[in-house]
């Protein structure tokens, strides 16, 4: 059994920073490529980063890079989403997700495992 559990979300304003991070448990070690996803009411759920188990590659969606960091402690089975400069438009629900294939790593559907959640709201 896997359990993703993310924390961190909260209210904040434009330019703030905020530290997302997910916890994993489970069997870990099936884990290739692990990411953060968004979602706001009525649109597909998107991709915001993604890395490596090894933490040796790493992608963002154009819209965080340079903005957003993501990094791993496998000592610890935690992952974390660094956002910066944060802006209204980054407002959404963020997930974590893992994936057993290491390719594809911007879409979805090839993601295994997924947490609940964490709302994320940026004010202007």
């Known amino acids: 059994q896997v359990q993703l559990v993310e924390s961190g979300g909260g209210l904040v304003q434009a330019g703030d920073s905020l530290r997302l991070s997910c916890l994993a448990s489970?069997?870990?070690?099936?884990?290739?490529?692990m990411g953060w996803f968004r979602q706001i009411p009525g649109k597909e759920r998107e991709f915001v980063a993604a890395i490596t188990w090894d933490g040796g590659s790493t992608d963002f969606a154009d819209s965080v890079k340079g903005r957003f960091t993501i990094s791993r402690d496998n000592a610890k089975n935690i992952l974390h989403l660094q956002m910066n400069s944060l802006k209204p438009e980054d407002t959404a629900v963020y997930y974590c997700?893992?994936?057993?294939?290491?390719?594809?790593?911007?879409?979805?559907?090839?993601?295994?495992?997924w947490g609940q959640g964490t709302q994320v709201t940026v004010s202007s």
């Open positions: 489970g069997r870990t070690f099936r884990f290739s490529v």
């Open positions: 997700a893992a994936k057993r294939v290491p390719i594809s790593s911007r879409l979805r559907e090839s993601y295994d495992y």
